[in-house]
């Protein structure tokens, strides 16, 4: 593994930061590192094969263990070391396949991750391991806490892997994880590198922002749109007054890989099933439940239809206020909402009934003031300090790196990477990428993480910073949650570390702190007009603003559950014999439980949810719930979102301990009492849970 950066020497008085930093964590028994980004295809190749050779030789000495000889420390703990080091080298090819500017690369790292998950796969099937691992099961040791909860999940995991098959069978499951392992994989990539840029005329666009034509505009009269990148395709959405403008750009951003994926998910969801069932479930929904949260796919399924059927009311009266708005516009008194109208509409009845214009929020909300005033935020709460340190190694020029410490004791806890702006090649969406995790190494000092936040905000313009809306500055504090999720944590064993948690439950916790950005001491706190910043958002806007938000949630909340419900239906329902029908089935189900879809559409080409969460979008309302609850905490204490005990609570019971201990009781201990589904209810819309078909908890 190399890097082609070159750090600089430094005058002798000078101190390198992120040195001192490394120096400073020696004093606290711990490790901070920063990934060795490989910078060739060449690199990306020795980086598989030496991965493969270590973590086959580590595994070698496990399985050479005789029954009289095994350990807690020679298995489970082995193995988790050994699982470990693989993961370093795949989370950085991740993020190389994600964020390199090198397309070749990209591809290259495509092709290294098929390989590596290829032969990880085949490592549940070592039985050499699985014996040894078994052997110290069977001595039945006195284990406590996370040791224990190491040796009963890493039994399950055999179990799920089929080790309990006859080896025929165990055989054929293997081959079929390693294929599926491929196909997701191209299916993945095939929607990062999918790209369509859609000509419209000026007058095309009317309604959409002047800052935005000033950046689209590639001709006399000609602006291009991107249909793959998320806040272009929003801003046209949201904005764009001409109907068949709208209809035009979704029609394109619901077929973006669509001819690579279709196909593929003809062919994953039908392994899935069969893999599912050899190992004996129902479906893959009940499989890849089983180690969540709601156990099992019917609760899931019950879950959230009970929450559509709750929201229905609302849903139709929000409906029918979009119609009114667009038969004002259109003078047509048979007009309907389509799919393409929503957001237009949605925007106009919050610009029209609350007052409520997102595009002139922008000017409150310049990205760096946003940016500072979260980390002060989230610093004062959580006890932490965040200081710049110049990346050695940068994979994009405006990459910047920050050291996270406890402001109490000094101590070195993690590093961040920022990469904030959308390009071409780069993941189109929002996320938090586990480059190292943490955990409690061989020998005895602990490995502290480092991740990076890659996101695609709006680009700063010529005379202007990048303007957020308020929806973005919901996104970054959610997706800075994860990052604090990972860097505090205190996990000894990788598989338990910061947010390898049920997938049911990741999500709450940032879920919970968008809430940040809707209070107004929050938003005083860094949100002011750029070109005069004495002018704070007036408190009757925010107010309307949440006006706004509760009068069309139902709308955005009933679009989440098509998601869910046509997430667990393709993974309940679509087997070998009708594969032909997954498209179809897909596009029913989101037209039932939302809007029809557009004619000859295929939304779910471009769903990369179908792949890493599938049978699991619906934790995004499961977690949502939790999220809505865990709030009340914080808004019931003295200080209410800056409440540094309640930020501290959070802190040591639910982001330190990760997956350590049963997330039921860090929520309880964080909570202080039984959970209630009455905030989540209250927030969407869903007054009287009883009386509308809502769900009445969420376990």
């Not at 998910?265 to 949260?293: C, N």
Request: hydrophobic share 35%; aromatic share 10%; proline share 5%.
């Amino acid at each position: 593994m190399t890097t082609s950066s070159i750090i600089a020497a430094q005058p002798k008085t000078q101190v390198d930061p992120l040195q001192e930093f490394k120096k400073r964590a020696d004093g606290f028994h711990s490790v901070i590192s920063l990934p060795q980004f490989e910078t060739t295809t060449n690199d990306l190749s020795s980086t598989v094969k030496q991965t493969i050779a270590d973590g086959d030789a580590a595994l070698d000495i496990i399985g050479a263990l005789k029954p009289s000889q095994v350990t807690l420390e020679n298995t489970i703990r082995a193995l988790d070391d050994a699982e470990y080091q693989i993961g370093l080298a795949a989370n950085r090819l991740s993020l190389i396949k994600e964020t390199s500017t090198n397309a070749a690369l990209r591809d290259a790292a495509t092709d290294a991750i098929k390989e590596l998950e290829e032969w990880s796969v085949g490592l549940d099937y070592r039985e050499d391991v699985y014996h040894a691992i078994k052997a110290f099961a069977e001595t039945k040791p006195k284990l406590k806490g996370e040791d224990e909860k190491l040796l009963s999940e890493t039994m399950r995991d055999y179990r799920r892997a089929g080790l309990e098959l006859p080896k025929t069978e165990r055989d054929e499951v293997e081959r079929m994880r390693k294929e599926l392992s491929r196909l997701t994989t191209d299916f993945d990539f095939n929607i990062t590198k999918a790209q369509k840029p859609v000509k419209f005329t000026k007058a095309e666009l009317d309604g959409v922002p002047a800052d935005f034509l000033e950046q689209t505009k590639t001709g006399e009269d000609e602006h291009t749109v991107m249909a793959n990148v998320t806040w272009h395709y929003l801003t046209v959405m949201d904005n764009a007054k001409r109907e068949e403008t709208r209809k035009k750009l979704l029609r394109e951003h619901d077929n973006l890989a669509r001819a690579e994926n279709i196909p593929l998910m003809e062919k994953i969801l039908p392994l899935r099933h069969d893999i599912a069932k050899k190992l004996g479930y129902k479906s893959w929904a009940d499989f890849q439940t089983e180690v969540k949260m709601v156990k099992n796919a019917a609760t899931a399924i019950d879950f959230l239809q009970k929450l559509k059927t709750g929201l229905q009311p609302k849903f139709d009266a929000e409906l029918n206020e979009f119609r009114q708005i667009k038969v004002n516009e259109t003078g047509d008194t048979n007009a309907q909402i389509n799919i393409w109208d929503w957001r237009y509409f949605s925007n106009q009845l919050k610009k029209q009934k609350y007052t409520v214009d997102a595009e002139q929020l922008r000017v409150y909300f310049p990205y760096q003031r946003v940016l500072d005033g979260m980390f002060s935020i989230y610093q004062n709460i959580f006890g932490l300090k965040f200081e710049p340190v110049d990346a050695p190694y940068k994979w994009i020029g405006d990459l910047q790196l920050y050291a996270v410490s406890d402001s109490a004791t000094g101590e070195p806890l993690g590093l961040f990477y920022l990469d904030m702006f959308p390009r071409e090649g780069k993941y189109h969406h929002f996320a938090q990428f586990g480059i190292i995790e943490g955990k409690l190494l061989p020998d005895g000092k602990y490995q502290r993480p480092t991740v990076a936040l890659i996101c695609n905000f709006p680009s700063p313009g010529k005379d202007k910073p990048s303007l957020l809306s308020h929806q973005d500055v919901e996104t970054l504090f959610h997706e800075f949650g994860h990052a604090m999720h990972s860097i505090v944590t205190r996990a000894k064993y990788g598989r338990f570390s910061g947010t390898s948690v049920p997938r049911d439950f990741v999500e709450a916790p940032s879920q919970m702190l968008e809430n940040w950005a809707w209070d107004k001491k929050v938003l005083d706190s860094f949100a002011a007009d750029y070109r005069d910043p004495s002018k704070k958002i007036p408190a009757e806007i925010l107010s309307k603003l949440k006006e706004a938000k509760l009068a069309t949630e139902g709308t955005r909340y009933r679009r989440q559950l098509s998601f869910g419900l046509m997430d667990l239906t393709l993974h309940t329902q679509i087997h070998e014999n009708n594969a032909k029908e997954a498209l179809p089935l897909s596009n029913k189900v989101l037209s039932d439980v939302f809007l029809p879809l557009a004619p000859d559409t295929a939304f779910v080409a471009y769903f990369g949810h179908l792949m890493h969460y599938d049978a699991g979008y619906y934790g995004y309302a499961w977690a949502d719930a939790i999220a809505a609850d865990m709030a009340t905490v914080f808004e019931n204490s003295p200080k209410g979102y800056y409440d540094q005990s309640t930020g501290h609570r959070l802190r040591t019971e639910i982001y330190e301990p990760g997956d350590s201990r049963d997330v039921n009781i860090s929520i309880d201990k964080f909570l202080g009492r039984p959970r209630s589904i009455t905030p989540f209810l209250k927030k969407i819309g869903i007054e009287n849970a009883s009386a509308n078909g809502g769900a009445s908890r969420t376990n």
